[in-house]
């Protein structure tokens, strides 16, 4: 069982940053995909981005040129810069990391972005 424990989220003004980490724990074998994926209010849980081990990386139309994911793999570690925010990145955001392809996800943290 791989067990991830999100950190960063808070309250910021439009135009401003967070950055959320997400590490993992348990029982690894190798983690191919990290990543991060959210849920606004009345809405479904979407991808926002994914890295492989190797960096390759996928981002949402919505945030590309905005956010960055990065990882460290010696930490088993995915990070989610998220800069000059909006109103509508507005969502709980969930870590997700693939391993022996079986997906765990996190609890989530709030993010609000005030107008």
């Known amino acids: 069982q791989v067990q991830l424990a999100e950190s960063g989220g808070g309250l910021v003004q439009a135009g401003g940053s967070l950055r959320l980490s997400c590490a993992a724990s348990?029982?690894?074998?190798?983690?191919?995909?990290m990543g991060w994926h959210r849920q606004a209010p009345g809405k479904q849980r979407s991808l926002v981005a994914t890295?492989?081990?190797?960096?390759?990386?996928n981002y949402a139309d919505s945030v590309k040129g905005r956010f960055t994911i990065s990882r460290d793999n010696a930490k088993n570690t995915v990070y989610l810069q998220m800069n000059n925010l909006k109103a509508d990145d507005t969502a709980v955001y969930y870590c997700?990391?693939?391993?022996?392809?079986?997906?765990?996800w996190g609890t989530g943290t709030l993010v609000t972005v005030s107008s």
């Open positions: 997700i990391a693939v391993d022996r392809e079986k997906t765990s």
């Open positions: 348990g029982l690894i074998y190798r983690l191919n995909v």
């Open positions: 890295i492989t081990t190797g960096g390759s990386t």
